[in-house]
């Protein structure tokens, strides 16, 4: 089975300052990771996803994350918050064994400050 | 652009009642999921379906039920309504088999409070 753990439940920053969300994820095989936001009264919508090929994966909105296998970790970074980044961030796990259905962990609610 | 339409966004039932939540997706995909958002928990699974009449309990399956008769459609059942069921519930779809190549795309949410 696989699972993630977000560290952190709350994340503030400055705006402009460098933004990092933690992930960590447990996994027996190699792993498909994932990272989804919300906004406020939405739903989520997929920020990036690591399928194997690259380690560094960009996405949307300037955010890209690392996949390290050696840390088992696949953390989230922006080098400069924006007010329009205030979300809920999921970062989510899933394989190509078992069932096709991603484990999402507790998420990680980023504030910015002016 | 695909669109997964949750029926109600707000609800409120009595505790004991039969609940049904409504998922509609315009974009032929094979899978659909039913998760619940608790704060501090994030989302967790309850059921999916990649396929017409075909389910698959999640992790947290116990006290409710799905159906699925059309592709597009996929139904939420909490057979009677408990107190602990008050949650937002999260529907969402996905393209094909290959989960890992084919994003997640979810509805609004419905916030269902059981009194």
């Known amino acids: ?3 993630v753990t977000q560290l ?4 503030s920053v400055s705006e402009g300052a ?3 969300l933690r992930c960590n994820y447990s996994s027996s095989v190699p792993p498909y990771l994932f990272w989804y936001v919300q906004y406020p009264n939405q739903g989520l919508q997929l920020l990036l ?4 090929a690259a380690t560094l994966v960009k996405g949307i909105n300037g955010f890209e994350a690392e996949f390290k296998k050696s840390e088992t970790s696949f953390h989230l970074t922006k080098p400069s918050a924006h007010m329009s980044d205030a979300a809920e961030y999921f970062c989510a796990v899933t394989t190509d064994t078992g ?3 991603l484990t999402f962990g507790s998420g990680t609610r980023l504030q910015v400050q002016p | 652009d695909v669109k997964v339409t949750q029926s109600s966004r707000y609800l409120v039932k009595r505790t004991g009642e039969k609940v049904f939540l409504e998922c509609v997706q315009d974009m032929d995909h094979e899978n659909m999921f039913w998760y619940r958002q608790d704060p501090g928990l994030g989302l967790r699974l309850i059921y999916f379906s990649y396929d017409v009449k075909m ?6 399956p116990e006290g409710y039920s799905v159906s699925r008769e059309k592709k597009e459609r996929f139904s939420l059942i909490l057979e009677s309504a408990s107190t602990n069921q008050t949650s937002m519930y999260l529907c969402a779809s ?3 088999t290959g989960i890992y190549n ?12 059981v009194t």
């Open chain 1, 1 to 3: 089975a696989q699972s």
């Open chain 1, 8 to 11: 952190g439940s709350h994340v």
């Open chain 1, 18 to 20: 460098l933004v990092l």
């Open chain 1, 49 to 52: 996803k690591y399928t194997s």
């Open chain 1, 99 to 101: 069932r096709r259905a």
């Open chain 2, 55 to 60: 389910k698959e309990k999640g992790d947290i």
């Open chain 2, 94 to 96: 996905s393209l094909g």
């Open chain 2, 102 to 113: 084919s994003p997640l795309h979810f509805g609004n949410g419905t916030r269902l409070t």
